[in-house]
């Protein structure tokens, strides 16, 4: 499989592939913690902590993964009543409003990422550097920025070639 391929693949189910294991290390641990506490009559902390930040990974790359199809949940009463020149207009609009967010939203979550790495901070039930899950949110938002881009691209483009307006995909079918 040449390079590009891999690429056309990675943009196509990047996100699935990286939500699968998460989902599946989030039912297993909480599983796994079910049976001690059921069975064994003990519980550890790693378990709670273990699902807790796969859960926050999971809540990010899914918001990528919403950005691409134009899944977010929004009401589209008005934008339905538009000619498609105007909604993509619309589109394109919030494409740059989140766009900026997400800019701003690395610049502000990096701080955090830096102090947890300048003073060692681990997490209590794991004993790893907190800076790992703390980067979940410029890792998340950074995904978010590619398919922002590339929803501007493609809207840019409809709006040029006088094109449908690309009203979404199921997320999951």
Not at 28 to 45: K, N
Not at 92 to 108: E, H, P, Q, R
Not at 128 to 141: D, H
């Amino acid at each position: 499989m040449d390079f590009k391929k891999i690429l056309q693949l990675i943009d196509k189910n990047g996100e699935r592939y990286l939500l699968l294991p998460l989902y599946a290390l989030i039912v297993s641990s909480i599983f796994i913690e079910v049976i001690r506490r059921s069975v064994l009559s003990y519980s550890s902390v790693w378990t709670e902590e273990v699902a807790r930040y796969a859960f926050i990974y999971i809540a990010y790359i899914g918001a990528s993964a919403a950005i691409k199809e134009r899944a977010h949940i929004r009401i589209d009463v008005i934008l339905n009543l538009l000619p498609n020149r105007m909604k993509l207009i619309f589109y394109i609009f919030g494409d740059i409003v989140a766009l900026i967010l997400a800019v701003v939203s690395i610049y502000m979550s990096m701080e955090s990422v830096l102090v947890s790495l300048h003073f060692d901070s681990v997490t209590h039930g794991l004993r790893i550097s907190q800076a790992w899950f703390l980067a979940a949110v410029p890792i998340g938002f950074s995904m978010m920025i590619v398919r922002i881009l590339q929803s501007l691209w493609r809207d840019w483009n409809d709006l040029r070639a006088n094109r449908p307006v690309f009203e979404g995909n199921p997320l999951f079918d």
